[in-house]
């Protein structure tokens, strides 16, 4: 007898997860999704101003943070506080990033704490019926690529891993979604979308899973002077991490690192 192995059918069941979720985002960057392909049909005023304009915003989130586990870990990072940052948008992406701050405590399971939020959101518009988009108004199924970046370290330590939450998320969804065009001078964008996808730590070689549900609105105004009009927006998004595959490993995994999370985020700023 050479040796035997032992192989973990939950584990082989993420490292398959991984794989299918990277093939599908290479076939979304390359088009070769459905979704990925915008309508064919001549695109109508609206559709062409959504496609030439750039947003930048101030943006203030309103975050709600919290273990989710049922360990004792010897640090909590639950954070409870708003955050400020910058939000950028231009057709099809978004992006935006947060930095907060909050006092804890005075014990070391709950110190001082600083956020660094950042997350990244591109997608196709599939209209899946072009005779029914009117001028106006057009709806669509958005196919969307998430990236999310979360880290939750103590305030007065030195850079470092130890003791910090980090934790990047890369997924998948599929939603709706509608453009509109109330006035002549506004356009309004709403769509809703679900995303499930793999979860690392930094520095930390298992591999975990999380789920959100992304909530957008946005209302483009102008211009109002020059090349320049305002752009005023909102976003939900509940997400839940699941990073040590606690919830498929049950007993074997720890789960320190599941957390799960919401937060508002209102930004207002200049379009061009």
Same mark, same amino acid.
């Given at each position: 007898?050479?040796?035997?192995? !032992?192989? *973990?059918?939950?584990?082989?069941?993420?490292?398959?997860?991984?794989?299918?979720?990277?093939?599908?985002?290479?076939?979304?960057?390359?088009?070769?999704?459905?979704?990925?392909?915008?309508?064919?049909? &001549?695109?109508?005023?609206?559709?062409?101003?959504?496609? &030439?304009?750039?947003?930048?915003?101030?943006?203030?989130?309103?975050?709600?943070?919290?273990? %989710?586990?049922?360990?004792?870990? *010897?640090?909590?990072?639950?954070?409870?506080?708003?955050?400020?940052?910058?939000?950028?948008?231009?057709?099809?992406?978004?992006?935006?990033?947060?930095?907060?701050?909050?006092?804890?405590?005075?014990?070391?399971?709950?110190? %001082?704490?600083?956020?660094?939020?950042?997350?990244?959101?591109?997608?196709?518009?599939?209209?899946?019926?072009?005779?029914?988009?009117?001028?106006?108004?057009?709806?669509?199924?958005?196919?969307?690529?998430?990236? =999310?970046?979360?880290?939750? %370290?103590?305030?007065?330590?030195? %850079?470092?891993?130890?003791?910090?939450?980090?934790?990047?998320?890369?997924?998948?969804? #599929?939603?709706?979604?509608? !453009?509109?065009?109330?006035?002549?001078?506004?356009?309004?964008?709403? &769509?809703? =979308?679900?995303?499930?996808?793999?979860? =690392?730590?930094?520095?930390?070689s298992g591999l975990g899973s999380s789920w959100l549900v992304n909530v957008e609105a946005g209302v483009l105004v102008g211009p109002v002077a020059g090349r320049f009009g305002l752009v005023l927006g909102y976003r939900y998004r509940r997400q839940v991490w699941?990073?040590?595959?606690?919830?498929?490993?049950?007993?074997? #995994? *720890?789960?320190?690192?599941?957390?799960?999370?919401?937060?508002?985020?209102?930004?207002?700023?200049?379009?061009?």
């Amino acid at each position: 007898m050479i040796g035997s192995s !032992h192989v *973990d059918p939950a584990r082989t069941a993420l490292r398959c997860l991984r794989a299918v979720l990277l093939a599908l985002v290479l076939g979304l960057l390359l088009g070769l999704l459905p979704g990925a392909v915008a309508s064919r049909a &001549q695109p109508s005023p609206m559709m062409e101003r959504l496609r &030439q304009t750039q947003a930048l915003a101030f943006g203030l989130q309103f975050i709600d943070f919290a273990y %989710d586990g049922a360990s004792e870990p *010897d640090v909590l990072f639950d954070f409870r506080n708003p955050a400020f940052g910058l939000a950028y948008h231009r057709s099809n992406i978004a992006g935006t990033v947060a930095l907060g701050f909050q006092e804890g405590d005075g014990t070391a399971r709950r110190p %001082d704490l600083r956020l660094f939020d950042a997350a990244l959101m591109t997608w196709g518009e599939w209209v899946p019926l072009d005779r029914l988009a009117r001028p106006r108004v057009q709806a669509f199924v958005p196919v969307v690529l998430h990236s =999310t970046y979360r880290r939750v %370290d103590e305030r007065n330590t030195e %850079d470092g891993f130890e003791n910090t939450y980090a934790v990047t998320v890369l997924g998948l969804g #599929a939603g709706a979604g509608l !453009h509109a065009r109330p006035t002549r001078r506004a356009v309004l964008s709403v &769509q809703a =979308t679900p995303a499930f996808g793999m979860a =690392t730590r930094a520095f930390d070689s298992g591999l975990g899973s999380s789920w959100l549900v992304n909530v957008e609105a946005g209302v483009l105004v102008g211009p109002v002077a020059g090349r320049f009009g305002l752009v005023l927006g909102y976003r939900y998004r509940r997400q839940v991490w699941n990073v040590g595959a606690s919830g498929l490993l049950e007993g074997v #995994a *720890d789960d320190l690192f599941d957390y799960r999370g919401r937060y508002h985020l209102v930004r207002l700023g200049l379009t061009w």
